[in-house]
C-alpha cells in the first residue's frame, strides 16, 4: 500500500476518540467535538483542532473562499497585532476597553497595542492607502484568520471563544447605491455559503451594536442550544433578532380623564405581581414600572430612571442605542436609594431628584392615572398623570418584542425560535472612512469618505453550528460538504490479506471517481471502529470483513444508520449516489 499518501491513512492521522464526555460540555457540539477527539481545550475558550477538525474547518473555509470569489472578493492576511492609535482615530478604543472584550498589551517601548478583535480600522487603513479615484472601486477585501476577544462567558466549546476563526470582509464604495449593491452581493454569497453547508438558516434583522452603522442582517442557524432569540411571522417573512425586534403595541386598559392622585401606603408590596394582589382592579398595563439604570458614556457615568409599561419588559440593548451609552446595567440597591431616597421597588417619577433624568417607553404616552412607586419606601401612588404629578418624561421606543405579540407588518402573532449566529453582514457607510479621514476622489476630484460595507463569518463556529443540528444519540452527523471525509473504507482486520487488497482496491477506485475517502487501516478491534465512525460521523462507511472473499461489503449511511451489504461492483455508484452525485 506504498502508493497511498500517509494523510488518507486513519493509522497515520492523530485520532483520540474518548469515552466519557467532558465534564464542562453542556451543548451537544461541545460534547461531541469534545468526545471525538476533534477540538482539545487549552484554556477557557482556546481550543487546538486536530487533524480532523482542521480538515473540516479547511473545508468550510474553502466554501467560504469560492463563494466571496465569486463576488469578486480579494483575499488578503492583515496584522493580528494592531496599534491602539488606529482604534482612538475610529473612536473605538474607550468602548470596546471598558467592555472589557479586547486584549490589550504593550510592546517593550510601551506602545499599546491589542490583538484584532475585528479589523475595520487595519482594512480602512490599508484601502485609503490604495484606493485614490473612484475609478478603483469597488474594493471588497476579507481575510480567513484567529480573531480575539476575551469573551464574559466563553462556552460551548467553539460557539463562543475567546479566539476564534473568523471571516472578515469589507467593501469600499463610492456612494450608497454602490454599497446597497454590494451589501446585496454579499447576501446572496452568505445565502449560497449556509445552503452548500445543509444549515437550516434564516436571515434576521440585527442590532449593528459596538461596530456601528446603518442596516444589518444576522444569519441564524436555528437550533436549540442557540444563545441568540428570534421573533419571525411566516405571513409577513419578518424576522428579528429579539435585541432589535419590534411588534405591535398590545392593548392595554387605559385610566380615563385624569383624577387627582393618591398616595398609598403599601408595606413589602414591590413587584407588579405583588401589587396587583394589593389593588385589585389594576391591571399591569395600568401600571408604570420605574428602573434605575447605571449608565456610561465615554466621559461620564450617571443614574437615570426609565418608565415601563408594567405588563412589558425593558431592552437593554434598545436602552443603550437610545442613550448613545457605551454600556448600561440595572443600578444597585445603594444607587436606587440616592437617586430616590427610597429602597429597591418603590422607585417612581414623582419626587424623583432633578438632577436624575426621566425617559419613558412609547407604551406610555397619553397614558393617564397610572400606577407608581412613590420614590418613598412602603408607599405608592395612584392616578399619576404624567406631566402633571411629575416631569413630562421623553419618550422612546424601549420595549421588548415578546412572541404572541402582533408582527409590526402583518399583525399575525410573531413566533419565538432560538440561534446560533454565524453570520452577520452590516452597512456602515461612512462612520469610519469619515472619522479615519479614508478619502477618495469623486468624478469632480473632490475628496469623498469611502461608503463601506464589513461582512463577518464564524469560520470555527460555522462547523460547530452543524453539528448541532446534525447529530444523534451515537454521535456527528456530519453534512457531507464539510465532513472531515465523506466516505471511510475500513478493514475490519488489517491481519488478513484479502480484506487489505480489497479495501484498498475500493479506495482507489473511489479517489479516482472524486471522492474524499480515508481508509482506516488502524489495528483496532471491528467494534472500536463501528464506534470511532458513528461518533466521528462520516457520512458514508464501507466495512470491509468476512465476506470480502465473495466480494461483498458492509455499506452504511451514518444520516439514519441505514446498513446494507453491497456488491464490490456497485460500490462506487452507491457512494456517489449516497453524497448526490
Ligand atoms: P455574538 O453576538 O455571538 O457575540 P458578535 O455579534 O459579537 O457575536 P460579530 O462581531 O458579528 O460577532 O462577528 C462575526 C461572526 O463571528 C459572528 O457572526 C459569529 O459567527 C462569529 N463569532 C463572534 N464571536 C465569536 C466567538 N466568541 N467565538 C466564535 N465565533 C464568534
Ligand atoms: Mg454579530
Known sequence: MATLPAQMRLSQILISTLREDPADAEIPSH??????????????????????????????????REELNREGANEVMLPIIQPKELWVASGRWDRYVNDGIMFTLKDRKG????????????????????VN?????????????????????????????????MMDAYSFDADVAALDAAYQKMRNAYCRIFERCGLDYTVVQADSGAIGGAGSEEFMVIADSGEDSILYCQQSGYAAN???????????????????????????????????????????????????YHVTWKAKVKVIAVMMRGDLEINEVKLT??????????????????ATGAETGFAGPVGLRDDVPLIADESLRDRTNLLCGGNESGFHCLNVNLGVDCRMPSFKDLRTARAGEGCPISGHPLQQARGIEVGHIFKLGIKYSKAMSATFM???????????GCYGIGVSRTPAAAVEQHHDEKGIVWPASIAPFECVVAMLDPKRDEQVVLAEQIY???????????????????????KDHELLGFPVQIFVGRRAAEGFTEFLLRRGMQKSEVAVADLTAQVLAALGR
Open 508 to 530: 482507489q477506485k473511489l479517489k479516482a471517481a472524486g471522492v474524499d475517502a480515508c481508509l482506516d487501516d488502524r489495528p483496532l478491534s471491528p467494534g472500536a471502529k463501528f
Open 111 to 130: 506602545t499599546e497595542m491589542c490583538l484584532g478583535p475585528t479589523h475595520e480600522e487595519v482594512m480602512t487603513t490599508y484601502v485609503n492607502a490604495q
Open 442 to 452: 469623486d468624478q469632480q476630484g473632490k475628496p469623498q469618505p469611502f461608503v463601506m
Open 242 to 292: 429579539v435585541e432589535k425586534a419590534a411588534s405591535k403595541l398590545p392593548d392595554a386598559p387605559n385610566g380615563g380623564e385624569p383624577k387627582k392622585m393618591e398616595r398609598h401606603a403599601t408595606p413589602d408590596v414591590k413587584t407588579v405581581a405583588q401589587l396587583q394582589a394589593f389593588f385589585p382592579g389594576w391591571e399591569a398595563g395600568r401600571m408604570a414600572k420605574t428602573l434605575l
Open 31 to 64: 460534547r461531541l467535538l469534545a468526545r471525538a477527539g476533534l477540538i482539545v481545550k487549552i484554556a477557557a475558550g482556546v481550543y487546538t483542532y486536530a487533524p480532523l477538525m482542521w480538515r473540516v474547518v479547511q473545508k468550510f473555509a474553502q466554501i467560504v
Open 321 to 338: 442605542n437610545t442613550l448613545d451609552a457605551l454600556s448600561v446595567r440595572l443600578a444597585t440597591d445603594d444607587e436606587i436609594k440616592a
Open 133 to 165: 479615484s473612484y475609478k478603483q472601486m469597488p474594493v471588497n477585501c476579507y481575510q480567513i484568520q484567529d480573531k480575539f476577544r476575551d469573551e464574559i462567558r466563553p462556552r460551548f466549546g467553539l460557539m463562543r471563544g475567546r479566539e476564534f476563526i
